[in-house]
């Protein structure tokens, strides 16, 4: 049953042309959702967009995928053989403004 639904949840969201993940790590994902995740973002790369945005830098992923194994597999999707990009925003406060 489990995997029919996995099935019919990474087949929808397949169709849609570009997925946001928003604020990832705001807070920590169970290990059969953060798998999920990461079904539906590693067959996204090879066909369409996806964004993630966060607050946190890859070295704290180990908070949100507490799978290793997992969490290591999340950041190597975006690797250089793929047309992906990773980039960090800092932004600064109003007392840290010139």
């Given at each position: ?8 949840t990474?087949?929808?969201?397949s ?63 975006d ?20």
């Amino acid at each position: 049953m489990r995997d029919a639904v996995c099935t019919r949840t990474l087949a929808r969201w397949s169709r849609v042309e570009l997925i946001v993940i928003d604020e990832l790590g705001y807070v920590p994902l169970a290990e059969v959702a953060a798998e999920l995740l990461f079904q539906v973002v590693a067959e996204r790369a090879k066909k369409a967009a996806v964004i993630v945005t966060t607050n946190l830098p890859f070295s704290e992923w180990p908070q949100v995928f507490t799978n290793a194994r997992l969490c290591k597999a999340m950041r190597s999707i975006d690797s250089p053989t793929r047309p992906a990009s990773s980039t960090q925003v800092q932004s600064l406060t109003a007392s840290e403004e010139p």
